[in-house]
């Protein structure tokens, strides 16, 4: 039993070791100790990526600790994993030297906490996971900088973030107290109910605040201000991925409504989320357009990115009409993108200096592209990601997202609100576009105050920022190499719809089955097991066709062992 | 005198939630707004105790309560080691200082 749950649980199990193993070495003296850390930190991350790469079909042991792996936990793994291995690169190189180990103990702790979201079937263990996202990070925050502005925004980010916990602990006893159960898959929940109503709005509210949306984003400019640019980096990906995959986690609770192989959410549940979605859009971007800091601006940015991917939460999984109408699947690729281009673009804050300070605003840039070609081509690269500029990655995110909404089918009772609600993030994406603007302008001014420099013995850093770059580029121009790994299968016992997904699922089975008998290799979920990569790769790129056949549209293990 | 039923302790959890929410809201002492948070806290964790009492079978809803307050240590202590860093440069712990970042 306890081999099984180390089996299932090991790329975690490998991150929180390697993660007291960081910790440790931090404790030896001097410069070969923080070294050895960084090393140590990568190569966990990277073990841990290789574990989940070569793993075969997730075990799903039961009565121990309730974990369930699936398509979900699959895909945040392979994601997690990929874009956390970036996040070690542009961190290992931060202002106070000193605390680069337990800087970098906190990520794989909060990356640790992020899979675990994934994997957990337990009320309990969810909650403790999201918790194992944040408190990392309040942390982080703090000791990113020596200075008084980073103890502030660990202050306001560490109060918000309780606040958001403890709502979140007093939304879940009702959802327990609704149910009598903490076992995930065991719950059902009718939101009639007076009790679940109040559950679940409490539990959406501490998702929304690790999303940064509204009305729970208020911390996020002085949080990412305060913070070095590396660990604002940081922050843009691995809390936000946890708060969705928690959505979605909840969202799985809930019976769905809609005819035929439609996924919608409850009535009341849909109107909460599409006025979160939409209000989080345009505030963010309305905020982003009265900033003269770029961390500032890339923050608000982010509460704007938080509503284009609640978004495609809403939209949902969808089976029918192909992967361009699966909200999920765009839901998954998008946190990608956006987590790699935020990334590189904090990153290269990371590396500019001036005048001896790290640069923040748009006039410290000036001059960027001619003084530093590289790090300017890089930043310019990383916000066009962000912006949605084609044919970077970040287009065809958006363009996903935005094709996803517009497609949603007939027997969506919701259907013009969806519509609405797409019309709504296209306007967001071209308003979104004039702060961006605003950035790579001030790269292309000619030099004018304290020159810019780069810091020096930083090649990690610089390493990490190519690696985002291309990140931010590539799937745009081949979107078919980032696709299947992206790709979150629902779980064994299919995502809580209708009964057209159930008959969904059987019919998609066969061709799963064929699938795995040409490969000769039970591939599990298409995005866990690296042999399932060809099935997907074959129906190629949904920036140029918009309408597939309907492919293999659910795991091919079909229903699953429970 | 009716005895004591689920209800009781919902109304109870539900005050000490919303003494909670108003201390966080209220208090301008950093230590102060931390017993805020506490005090959310148990309101779940009373919240848990009671429905494992009346609703659930097992022991599900006592072990949660349980794991909410090693939370709940856990964040104190990065709270205070937070506050103690706030201390050093302000030598204060009035959140209200802390106003150099804009908005």
Redesign the interface.
């Known amino acids: 039993m306890i081999l099984d749950l180390a089996r299932c649980m090991a790329p975690e199990l490998v991150l929180i070791t390697g993660a007291t193993f960081v910790l440790l070495a931090g404790a030896l003296a001097g410069d070969a100790g923080r070294s050895l850390g960084r090393r140590l930190a990568l190569a966990t991350t990277a073990v841990a990526l290789a574990l989940v790469l070569t793993a075969g079909p997730p075990e799903t042991p039961r009565n121990l600790l309730e974990i369930q792996a699936s398509g979900l936990s699959g895909c945040v793994r392979l994601i997690g994993l990929s874009v956390g291995l970036l996040i070690l690169l542009v961190n290992g190189y931060g202002p106070t030297p000193e605390e680069r180990c337990e800087r970098l103990a906190m990520i794989l702790y909060s990356l640790a906490g992020l899979l675990l979201t994934a994997l957990a079937d337990d009320?309990?263990l969810l909650?403790?996971a999201i918790?194992l996202v944040s408190?990392p990070a309040?942390?982080l925050v703090?000791i990113s900088r020596g200075?008084?502005?980073a103890?502030?925004?660990?202050?306001?980010y560490?109060?918000l973030g309780?606040?958001s916990?403890?709502?979140m602990?007093?939304g879940?006893?009702?959802l327990?107290?609704a149910t009598?159960?903490?076992v995930l898959s065991a719950i059902s929940l009718r939101p009639e109910a007076t009790g679940v109503r109040i559950g679940l709005l409490l539990a959406f509210a501490g998702v929304a605040f690790k999303m940064a949306a509204v009305p729970f984003h208020?911390y996020v400019?002085?949080v990412y201000?305060?913070a070095s640019a590396a660990v604002a980096g940081m922050l843009g990906f691995l809390p936000k991925l946890a708060g969705l995959v928690a959505g979605i986690r909840l969202l799985m609770l809930l019976p769905g409504e809609g005819s035929g192989a439609v996924w919608v959410p409850p009535l009341p549940v849909f109107a909460m989320l599409w006025a979160v979605a939409a209000a989080t859009m345009t505030i963010g971007n309305v905020l982003g357009l009265l900033e003269g800091n770029v961390k500032?601006i890339l923050a608000w940015s982010g509460v704007a990115h938080a509503g284009t991917m609640l978004v495609a939460l809403l939209v949902g999984p969808q089976t029918e009409g192909g992967p361009m109408r699966d909200g999920s699947w765009a839901l998954m690729f998008y946190a990608t993108v956006y987590g790699a281009a935020n990334l590189g673009a904090f990153g290269v804050l990371e590396l500019l200096e001036a005048g001896g300070r790290p640069a923040e605003t748009l006039e410290d840039l000036a001059g960027l592209t001619r003084r530093h070609p590289w790090a300017g081509l890089a930043l310019v690269v990383c916000v066009f990601s962000l912006m949605g500029m084609p044919p970077t990655a970040g287009f065809v995110g958006k363009l996903w997202v935005l094709a996803a909404a517009f497609s949603v089918g007939d027997g969506h009772p919701q259907r013009t609100a969806m519509l609405v609600l797409g019309v709504i993030a296209a306007i967001n994406a071209a308003v979104a576009a004039a702060y961006y603007l605003r950035i790579v302008a001030a790269c292309c001014l000619p030099p004018e105050r304290a020159p810019l420099t780069l810091r020096s013995g930083t090649p990690g850093l610089r390493l990490g920022l190519v690696a985002c770059g291309l990140l931010a580029v590539l799937p745009g121009l081949w979107p078919a190499g980032l696709l299947p790994w992206t790709r979150p299968d629902p779980l064994p016992g299919g995502w809580p719809t209708g009964k057209g997904i159930h008959a969904a699922i059987g019919s998609g089975e066969p061709e799963g089955k064929a699938h795995s008998a040409e490969t000769g290799r039970q591939a599990v979920c298409p995005s866990h097991a690296a042999a399932a990569m060809p099935m997907s790769a074959g129906h190629a790129n949904p920036a140029v066709e918009l309408v597939f056949n309907p492919p293999c549209a659910f795991s091919p293990h079909g229903p699953g062992p429970r | 005198m009716g005895s004591i039923t689920l209800m009781h302790y919902l109304v109870l959890?539900a005050l000490l939630?919303c003494c909670?929410l108003l201390t966080?809201v209220v208090k301008r002492n950093?230590v102060g707004?931390?017993i805020g948070?506490e005090l959310?806290?148990n309101?779940?964790?009373v919240?848990?105790v009671?429905?494992?009492r009346y609703?659930?079978?097992g022991i599900?809803?006592q072990?949660?309560a349980l794991?909410?307050i090693v939370?709940a240590a856990?964040?104190a202590a990065?709270?205070i080691?937070?506050?103690m860093?706030?201390y050093r440069?302000?030598t204060t712990v009035d959140?209200d200082r802390?106003?150099?970042?804009?908005?």
């Open positions: 009320l309990v909650f403790l918790e408190v309040y942390v703090a200075d008084i502005r103890q502030e925004a660990g202050v306001k560490f109060f309780a606040l916990a403890a709502l602990a007093y879940f006893s009702f327990y107290g009598g159960t903490t208020l400019a002085d201000e305060g500032r | 959890g939630f909670g966080m950093a707004i931390l948070v959310v806290l309101a779940a964790n919240n848990l009671a429905f494992g609703r659930g079978a599900d809803g072990a949660a794991f909410v939370l856990a964040e990065v709270a080691a937070i506050f860093n706030f440069h302000l959140v802390g106003d150099l970042l804009r908005g």
